[in-house]
Structure formats: structure tokens, C-alpha cells
């Protein structure tokens, strides 16, 4: 179980990293929308947004 939390979280660490390259204009529209390919990351991203009220 302490693996499958770790896990977790390392993945949120790099989705928000992911979040932050593409703000800062360091990734390019093509490679941001091979990243919403993810299902993991894009249900991050929308939850997210909701948490934020975007």
C-alpha cells in the first residue's frame, strides 16, 4: 500500500511539473497535447481545474 501512495505521489510531482513547463512556454502546444494524452494526467488536470474553479 505504502508502494501504490509513493507511486501517487511521485506522478502528481511530475504532473505538476509538466503544468509548470508548459505556463512557463518551455513545451511546445504539440508536446502538451501528447502529455493530455495520458489519462492519468488529464484526469489530474481537469481535477485541478475543478479545484480551482477554472
Do not use: I, T
Request: hydrophobic share 40%; charged share 30%; net charge positive.
Amino acid at each position: 500500500m505504502a508502494r501504490v501512495v509513493a507511486d501517487w505521489r511521485d506522478r502528481r510531482a511530475r504532473f505538476g511539473q509538466l503544468l509548470d513547463c508548459y505556463r512557463s512556454g518551455q513545451m511546445s502546444e504539440a508536446q502538451w497535447q501528447s502529455h493530455l494524452a495520458d489519462p492519468g494526467f488529464k484526469r489530474w488536470l481537469n481535477e485541478r481545474a475543478k479545484a480551482v474553479g477554472a
